[in-house]
């Protein structure tokens, strides 16, 4: 099972970008699909979750800002990024709980700086 995240990079404050994650493989029966992210000399800390019912999660610091949304037919979690703060600066990690096992994608850089 591989998990293919894409669509960091580098954005002004206030700009937008959109993640991406892919599960491929010997996957099957999904029910969470997370991000979370992780800063330099910090925790990683769970930014947002869906779940198989459709049912979301979001941290404080990101609700109103984030949405998460998924598509099960092509096993991608998505992550829309609106009004980014500087403080959004982290390598940014999908994860995966499926009824084989928990899987987690290798990061993506999102760096917001003017």
């Known amino acids: 099972v591989q998990l293919q995240a894409s669509g960091g990079g580098l954005v002004q404050p206030g700009g937008s970008l959109r993640l991406s994650c892919a599960a491929s493989?010997?996957?099957?029966?999904?029910?969470?699909m997370d991000w979370y992210r992780q800063a330099p000399g910090k925790e990683r800390e769970l930014v947002a979750g869906i779940r198989s019912t459709g049912n979301t999660v979001y941290a404080d610091s990101v609700q109103g800002r984030f949405t998460i949304s998924r598509d099960n037919g092509k096993n991608t979690v998505y992550l829309q990024l609106n009004s980014l703060k500087p403080e959004d600066t982290a390598v940014y990690y999908c994860?995966?709980?499926?009824?084989?096992?928990?899987?987690w994608g290798r990061g993506t850089q999102v760096t917001v700086s003017s």
């Open positions: 994860k995966v709980i499926s009824r084989g096992g928990t899987y």
């Open positions: 493989g010997n996957i099957f029966s999904i029910n969470v």
